[in-house]
Nanobody
Framework: QVQLVESGGGSVQAGGSLRLSCAAS????????MGWFRQAPGKEREGVAA????????YYAADVKGRFTISQDNSKNTLYLQMTSLKPEDTAMYYC????????????????????WGQGTQVTVSS
């Protein structure tokens, strides 16, 4: 099993930046892709960014492309989401997730493609 723990959330003003971290432990070698999702009150969980090392690919939702960057530090077994130019619309609970096989590539931002989830970290962006 893979355990994921997010950190780095907080409150910032519009235009500010945050870096989210997701520390992974357990059988992390089984993770084919990792991703960041977010969920705002009253809305569905949506994919934000994903990285698939085996496929050598990164993916971004249209509304965050150019503002957010997903990366991994393999030596630390940590996933990051660098968020810049934050907008109030980015306010949500952010979750990291891991997919254990390449089937996730059929729909990279489908939550059902991910097998392990962190507890979430809150990001609040004020106007």
């Amino acid at each position: 099993q893979v355990q994921l723990v997010e950190s780095g959330g907080g409150s910032v003003q519009a235009g500010g930046s945050l870096r989210l971290s997701c520390a992974a432990s357990g059988y992390t070698y089984s993770s084919y892709c990792m991703g960041w999702f977010r969920q705002a009150p009253g809305k569905e969980r949506e994919g934000v960014a994903a990285i698939c090392a085996a496929a050598g690919s990164t993916y971004y939702a249209a509304d965050v492309k150019g503002r957010f960057t997903i990366s991994q530090d393999n030596s630390k077994n940590t996933l990051y989401l660098q968020m810049t130019s934050l907008k109030p619309e980015d306010t949500a609970m952010y979750y990291c997730a891991a997919a254990r096989n390449r089937n996730v590539l059929r729909d990279i931002f489908s939550p059902s493609g991910y097998n392990y989830w962190g507890q979430g970290t809150q990001v609040t962006v004020s106007s």
